[in-house]
């Protein structure tokens, strides 16, 4: 199997990294690692139809899914059918804050609880032969960020896992919000590099508040991968320059202008297969951010593109109303 080279990734983003933004995202980088959202194990198990958790198009490897859950069955059930489907990585969450999924046992709640994050790391090794990955935060509450992400580290690598994609933050379980939990809580990068130091067999990435390619190089000196999430989406040409930056090689974009009208079959295949044409274009809100003629973009797509009917035409037009530049720069 040829190894993963997840030098740089799209973080796993609730309702954002769906298939449509996967999918435009190969328009703009063809190496980044991409990862799907977290999808349960119960929404895999029971869900129908399973093609609504799993689906993807092959343009979109190399793909990771993310699993939520902590039962080592359920868990490696999953994996090994996330296998079957032809997902390059499983990755099992270990960072998200949200009451949901406490209460079920998923997340960042889980750094409470090593020995099961342990168990369920053993039992998806064993169900499968695709790399199985973990992504956690640095510590939750009043855990030492220290001694207490040692533990949790030491404890899950001797079952095998040897790749750990850490957000440089803690989570407040207790009196933060999810969406403050993505901000609030101060970013120590440092402590992921001591991290790397510490355990240099690991593949060691890091995640939380990367906004620019320098920025990525800068951490690339300290650990092996950087994961970048709400700046991928929100500004997504961001994602145009990183195979020449990180991987060395001409990205597929051209332009904007061009990303976006590499997109156009598989819409066009979407929307034939009865796909709104807002659930896709919603995707591409940001793709000329900055840019004149990008507020006209944005706005023509949140004005038309959900009505009844709307298809190409009114992706077209939209793309009428900002001035294609000829030698376009990647920000």
């Given amino acids: 199997m040829p190894q993963l080279d997840r030098t740089f990734s799209v973080a796993p983003m609730m ?38 958790f799993l689906g993807f198009d092959e343009v979109e490897h190399p793909l990771a899914l993310q699993l939520g859950g902590s039962d080592p069955g359920a868990l490696a059930e999953c994996a090994a059918i996330a296998e079957a489907w032809g997902y390059d990585e499983v990755n099992l969450n270990v960072g998200c804050p949200s009451d949901r999924v406490q209460n079920n046992l998923i997340g960042a709640c889980l750094m409470g609880h090593p020995q099961k994050v342990a168990a369920a790391v053993k039992a998806m090794r064993e169900a499968v032969s695709i790399p199985v990955t973990v992504k956690c935060r640095i510590g939750i509450d009043d855990q030492d960020e220290d001694a207490d992400l040692s533990r949790f580290i030491d404890t899950v690598a001797d079952a095998g896992c040897d790749t750990f994609i850490v957000h440089a933050r803690k989570a407040w379980l207790e009196g933060l919000s999810p969406k403050e939990n993505r901000d609030v809580p101060p970013l120590n990068y440092p402590r992921v590099h001591r991290l790397k130091a510490s355990r240099p067999e690991l593949h060691v990435g890091i995640n939380g508040g990367l906004k620019t390619l320098d920025a990525c190089q800068e951490q690339l000196e300290f650990v092996d991968s950087v994961m970048v999430g709400r700046e991928a989406y929100q500004n997504p040409w961001l994602l145009a320059g990183v195979d020449q930056a990180l991987y060395g090689v001409p990205g597929p974009a051209a332009s904007r202008h061009a990303a976006a009208r590499a997109l156009r079959p598989y819409i066009a295949r979407r929307l034939a297969e009865g796909t709104r044409l807002n659930h896709l274009t919603r995707h591409l809100l940001g793709l000329f951010q900055g840019q004149p003629g990008g507020r006209k973009f944005r706005r023509h797509l949140s004005e038309n593109a959900h009505r009844e009917g709307a298809g190409l035409a009114v992706f077209d037009d939209a793309l009428g109303l900002v001035a294609e530049r000829e030698t376009p720069a990647v920000a």
């Avoid at 996967?22 to 198990?45: D, K, S």
């Fill in 15 to 52: 309702e954002w990294t769906t298939r449509d933004y996967r999918a435009f995202a190969r328009t703009l980088t063809r190496h980044a690692l991409l990862y799907t959202e977290m999808v349960t194990t119960g929404a895999i198990l029971h869900g129908s139809p399973r093609e609504r």
